[in-house]
Structures are given as structure tokens and as C-alpha cells.
Nanobody, 127 residues
């Protein structure tokens, strides 16, 4: 059984940084594609950033340009989402998602492409 568990969320001041973690059990991040999404109550879940490990393709939402990166530690089976210059509008519950498939660029932002999901971690940006 695959399980993804996010952590690292919390309260941060505007302009600050956070590193979210996604630990996997029952699968690895050595291949396939993974992504981060976020959701605010009352709104649809939205794409933040994604990475296809084969070829190293990295993609991000326009709202995150220059402020986000995804990395991994295969020895710990962990993927990280690093965000900086955080804004109040970045406040949301952040979810990691993964699939064993190498998703093409045109669909990497679609929730339906991902099979495994975490339970989410809250990020709050406020002074």
C-alpha cells in the first residue's frame, strides 16, 4: 500500500521561506512524476509545481515563477518543495502527488494524472 505523508508546513511571515517534505512508503521517487498541489477552503485544488524525474523536466505554476523548486533524496525516499518569497496568497493546504508514469508536459498539471496523494500540510503566510 502506497502512502505519502507531507510535513514542514506552518506559519511564516511574508517574504519568508519554507521547505515541505513528502515521504513515501510503498513506492519510490526514483522514477515517474511527482507534483505539489494546494487548496484553499471553498476553492478547487490547484497545481503548484511538478517534476518528471526522467529527463529532469521541472514545471511550475505561473504564480510560483522564480520562487519554487523540487528536489529529492532517494536515500530517504523524500521529495522536497522549497518555496521562498512567500506571500499571503500562498496560504493553503499543500498536497504531494505521485505517479510511476512519465507524464508529458501538456498534462503534468492535471490532478487526474496522479495516483498517489498525501493528506496535506497547512502553510500559512501572515504577519
Amino acid at each position: 500500500q502506497v502512502q505519502l505523508v507531507e510535513s514542514g508546513g506552518g506559519l511564516v511571515q511574508p517574504g519568508g521561506s519554507l521547505r515541505l517534505s513528502c515521504v513515501a512508503s510503498g513506492r519510490t521517487f526514483s522514477s515517474g512524476t511527482m507534483a505539489w498541489f494546494r487548496q484553499v477552503p471553498g476553492k478547487e485544488r490547484e497545481y503548484v509545481a511538478g517534476r518528471r524525474w526522467s529527463g529532469g523536466n521541472f514545471d511550475y505554476a505561473d504564480s510560483m515563477k522564480g520562487r519554487v523548486s523540487i528536489s529529492r533524496d532517494n536515500s530517504r525516499n523524500v521529495v522536497y518543495l522549497e518555496m521562498n518569497s512567500l506571500k499571503p496568497e500562498d496560504t493553503a493546504v499543500y498536497y504531494c502527488a505521485a505517479t510511476s508514469r512519465n507524464i508529458i508536459a501538456s498534462t503534468v498539471r492535471l490532478m487526474g494524472e496522479y495516483v498517489d496523494w498525501g493528506q496535506g500540510t497547512q502553510v500559512s503566510v501572515s504577519s
